[in-house]
């Protein structure tokens, strides 16, 4: 879409759908969603974004806040006052209520990159756009439990719980039933699971009303959060009533103080405590076929196996979960977290205490609210000043954070410039609130005594995070209408340099990096001073700053040595890449000194019997130990796939995996600073004088290079180039201890012609060596080497062979996704908008299970060694997209080599490589495929124009909503159904939103003005 005037138009259509504008760190990201691409400037003749935006006055019209974000407001014209007149009267969405996503994306390079200016950089907004992989046992949308304010940085009022509402279902029968379910599950369970529990046991769907109503049940039910860092996550416990009025002082003791219990369960005392330890580092829950192992490798002993075999003697030492009903041995065992009821409680959080001879900390003022974090997961922050990496003082940007104490000093402003209110400070105390008069003498500031001299003042500006000496006769009294706001100047930790917190290299690399910048601040852990990981996204890649800090305590000196020309023996080829790059060990120092420490961490962790290497705080860019074939060895966290699954990169191999958290182990403290010090060693390379370039091999010369090389510690290698901006080293490399003259290296001997024909019908896997995911991190101590060994022979296919992907192969489709009957409500969440004519979505009660199904293709398809497979049309397959293996429908193959496909739980279509489909194995033929094709019930079918689609997708699109059943259209097969719906926001407490009322006053409006 390179039309000037075209995109001129759509530009406008993204910007005159927000009336608060939007930033132009995310624009790109909006107008690409409507679009499907990014904004073509560069076509357009402009180097930069804002370059071209600067010539479209007539369309675009760019505003600097203080904070230093660029806003975008579309210019109104004549054509389109109307457009703008509708999008200003509509309200804006509270986000009370409304469930956070989880965020499994990798991070995106974007078009065109967005550079700092000085310290009020402009960086684009989260890269790691809120694209749904799956939510995570959301609230369901109809049930309000402890809201948020609309102002985050406002007390939140007590919750209010709605009226009973007349419902057509019989509520002394549910009720009553409901009470026999918790009877079973005295612990508690998730309540996405209710519905299907109670379909199970009843054979009758649970009433949707009655999700509304649970919180009301309180002489019944206790509805909480748990401690989890998810907010959103509920589960379902028996009230103290209910369970006082089950036992009379004759009864027999709770299970858990009775002894009978614990001989009948199998457990003793003391593996109760450690199978509750393990699950209580596990908050987002633990294979039950994963426990024998991991008991085993952490406390050196058994697990009872008559426990396994039957998890019912579980049931009063933890939740247990079957995702997968058709697989009874497919078990996630949670923690009871009944101890931690009300942590997440707002309204019980506690201010924060001043940390004693502790700098640029203010005291919490009695009566002034306490600043929140923000809910969302990956809030951008400016970032102020550190003099430690536990003690970061940083600004929110946004809404109720930046903007409002932009609306606070205006008004102050304001406020002093009248003559009756500059009432001087002529006493001040220190720990006294003030009103500050800045340099300019126009801005007037919030700020914290902090000492008093005769003439002088040292102040602390508790909204900005710095401190300043200035004249006693700037200080003014700060009005009590001025008190409301919460200080703006937080705190945070930077997640992996705790033990590295003080150390100068870090501190200084930090100050480069970070100080004065707008930074991307994802949450990993939400505390009094969250724990976070921060990035910048200024540039075309994205750089983890906590990652980065953390290379700047390496010693160069252990560094794999790289001289042109220089020749080095006994080098192993740790890994060969499907793109024709190379992963090389050199022998050197440094990786002497890995094998040393590793070594001494080995014999460290089997003379250790204690839970406390367990990864329970996984995040990007986290160096931690996982095995390779049978060794530990350093690996480096590359992707987050939800709670459970993780990509990781073996830093000194080479080598991409996808494993399971619970095989990773933290380096031992004894010898963290030891392994942080020493540099990767893997080098990473590419043969040099080749017929073609990296990325360009055919699937045989890999094949052939993997032959002769994989594996050997026999190899010798000449440096012939170092290609500093590519971190790729070019070399010669030789199959003997000898460096030899060039026609005998390998280079020479691989670059038979024959071997770069490419084939139709051979794939193997285009991804990059840094994105790749391999088999080679598994716990078990035999892992294979995945993409690094050559393919095995495969015997020719066979009719009817399921892997092989014959199109007559028998394969059974899953059961149909069942829907309520007409006229009934169901919770939903809404995947892909294009217009209130085409919509997808995915049912509430289901999702957890599609979590566990896309986690468990991960970890199967990155692990097995990819086999060639013949891709038909109308084939259902598995595909990796962004990193995620998905369920798909191919729609079609092109000569490219690229297949347009359907994903059947999530409604998009793709373009993907044929190398990254692969069979759809049995097991991951159960679930019923989530994605339901939808029609909005209540506006007439019509042409829709470009503003009402984008009205429409900003009210539903990637949000939860309760949809009614108005008409159910059957089909062959289960991703041509389609139904009409009335879909309803329920977030707000005042009143549901219809979304057909909005769409019909949205269309009768463009139809007055045409």
Not at 317 to 328: A, L
Not at 494 to 521: T, Y
Not at 621 to 629: D, H, P
Request: proline share 8%; charged share 25%; aromatic share 8%.
């Amino acid at each position: 879409m390179t039309d000037p005037e075209l995109v001129k138009k759509m530009l406008r259509a993204v910007l005159q759908a927000s009336k608060s504008g939007v930033s132009l760190s995310r624009l790109q990201a909006e107008y690409k969603s409507l679009t499907g691409e990014f904004i073509p400037h560069k076509q357009l003749g402009h180097s930069s974004l804002d370059g071209f935006l600067s010539t479209i006055p007539s369309v675009v019209k760019m505003e600097r806040s203080r904070s230093g974000e660029v806003i975008c407001f579309a210019v109104v014209c004549k054509e389109t006052a109307h457009v703008a007149q509708l999008v200003a009267r509509q309200r804006t969405n509270k986000k009370a209520g409304r469930p956070q996503l989880v965020n499994c994306q990798m991070r995106v390079k974007p078009a065109a990159p967005f550079m700092l200016n000085g310290r009020s950089g402009n960086p684009r907004s989260p890269v790691r756009k809120v694209l749904l992989l799956f939510p995570l046992y959301h609230t369901p949308p109809m049930l309000d439990v402890y809201p948020a304010p609309a102002n985050l940085n406002e007390i939140a009022p007590p919750v209010k719980p709605r009226p009973p509402q007349s419902s057509s279902y019989n509520q002394q029968l549910v009720q009553n039933r409901l009470q026999e379910i918790l009877s079973k599950y005295t612990n508690g369970f998730w309540v996405s699971k209710l519905p299907h529990m109670y379909r199970e046991l009843y054979k009758q769907d649970f009433p949707t009303e009655a999700l509304r109503d649970l919180e009301l049940w309180s002489h019944i039910c206790i509805v909480e959060k748990t401690c989890s860092s998810n907010p959103s996550e509920l589960l379902l416990y028996p009230s103290e009533e209910l369970s006082t009025a089950k036992s009379s002082p004759a009864s027999t003791p709770s299970p858990r103080q009775s002894p009978l219990t614990r001989k009948l369960s199998g457990l003793s005392p003391d593996v109760q405590a450690k199978l509750e330890e393990l699950l209580a580092k596990y908050n987002s829950g633990l294979w039950a076929h994963a426990l024998p192992k991991l008991f085993q490798d952490t406390y050196k002993t058994k697990f009872p196996q008559r426990v396994l075999d039957d998890l019912s003697l579980l049931e009063d030492v933890c939740t247990i979960d079957y995702p997968m009903p058709d697989n009874p041995k497919k078990a996630i065992l949670y923690a009871r977290s009944a101890e931690d009821k009300n942590r997440n409680r707002v309204e019980q959080r506690k201010p924060p205490s001043p940390t004693p001879g502790e700098p640029g900390r203010p005291l919490h003022m009695p009566g002034m609210a306490t600043l929140l974090v923000p809910k969302e997961e990956y809030p951008s922050v400016l970032v102020v000043e550190a003099a430690s990496t536990n003690s970061v003082v940083i600004r929110y940007i946004g809404e109720g954070y930046s903007q409002a104490q932009e609306t606070l000093e205006d008004q102050m402003r304001e406020f002093y410039r009248q003559d009756n209110t500059k009432k001087v400070l002529t006493s001040p105390v220190v720990g006294q609130l003030a009103a500050v008069k800045a340099e300019e003498e126009e801005e007037i500031l919030r700020a914290q005594v902090w000492e008093v001299t005769a003439d002088k003042v040292k102040v602390y500006y508790v909204d900005h995070g710095f401190s300043e000496v200035i004249g006693i006769g700037k200080l003014l009294e700060l009005h009590d209408k001025f008190f409301k706001l919460p200080f703006q100047a937080a705190r945070c930790k930077l997640a992996g340099l705790e033990p590295f917190s003080q150390d100068p290299a870090v501190l200084k690399k930090f100050e480069i990096m970070a100080c004065g910048k707008i930074l991307l601040a994802e949450i990993v852990e939400r505390e009094e001073t969250p724990l976070v990981v921060l990035y910048d996204t200024s540039q075309d890649d994205d750089v983890n700053i906590n990652a980065t800090c953390m290379k700047a305590l390496q010693d160069k000196s252990l560094e794999s040595p790289l001289q042109v020309n220089s020749s080095h023996r006994n080098a192993s080829v740790t890994n060969v890449c499907s793109d024709g790059t190379i992963y090389c060990q050199l022998p050197s120092r440094g990786l002497s000194k890995l094998a040393e420490v590793l070594e001494k961490t080995e014999a460290y962790f089997h003379s250790q019997v204690t839970s406390e290497f367990l990864v329970s705080k996984p995040f990007c860019g986290k160096i931690c130990l996982a095995r390779y074939k049978g060794r530990w060895s350093r690996v480096e966290i590359t992707n987050l796939h939800g709670s459970r699954v993780l990509d990781i990169h073996f830093v000194d191999l080479g080598i991409p995996a996808s494993v399971e958290v619970i095989e990773l182990r933290e380096v031992p403290s004894p010898f963290l600073r030891e392994l942080v010090a020493i540099p990767p060693q893997a080098v990473k390379c590419c043969l040099a004088d080749l017929p073609v370039k990296v990325g360009s091999w055919t699937p045989d010369a890999v094949l052939r290079l993997r032959d002769a090389v994989l594996g050997s510690t026999e190899c010798s290698v000449k440096i012939a180039k170092v290609d500093e901006s590519k971190r790729l080293v070019y070399v010669y490399l030789y199959t003997s201890k000898e460096v030899q003259d060039v026609e005998h290296s390998v280079n020479r001997q691989i670059a038979d012609t024959d071997l770069w024909k490419h084939q139709k019908d051979v794939f193997l896997t285009s991804r990059s060596p840094g994105k790749r995911p391999g088999s080679a991190g598994s716990s078990a101590g035999s892992s294979t080497e995945g993409k690094s060994s050559p393919l095995p022979e495969s015997p020719p296919p066979e009719q009817g062979d399921l892997r092989q992907g014959s199109p007559a192969s028998p394969f059974q489709l899953p059961p149909l996704l069942e829907l309520p009957p007409v006229g009934q409500n169901m919770d939903v969440y809404v995947t892909v908008a294009c217009h209130p004519g085409h919509f997808v979505l995915q049912p509430w009660r289901d999702q957890y299970k599609l979590v566990v199904l896309m986690g468990e293709m991960i970890l199967f398809y990155n692990k097995m060694e990819e086999r060639p497979f013949r891709v038909e049309k109308n084939q259902i397959c598995a595909a990796k997209v962004d990193n995620n293996w998905h369920r798909v429908l191919v729609k079609g193959v092109l000569a490219s080599g690229l297949a347009s496909v359907y994903e059947l739980d999530y409604g998009k279509h793709e373009l993907v490589s044929c190398a990254k489909l692969q069979p759809l194995i049995e097991e991951f033929q159960q679930l019923p495929f989530q994605a339901v094709t939808a029609q909005l019930a209540g506006v007439k079918p019509r042409q829709w124009s470009e503003e009402a689609s984008i009205v429409f997708r900003n009210h539903v699109e990637k949000k939860p909503l309760v949809a009614q059943i108005e008409a159910v259209h059957e089909a062959p097969q289960p991703w041509d159904r389609k139904i009409a719906v009335y879909l309803v926001d329920t977030s707000e407490e005042e009143r549901d939103m219809w979304i057909h009322d909005i769409m019909s006053e949205f269309a009768k409006e463009l139809t007055k003005a045409a």
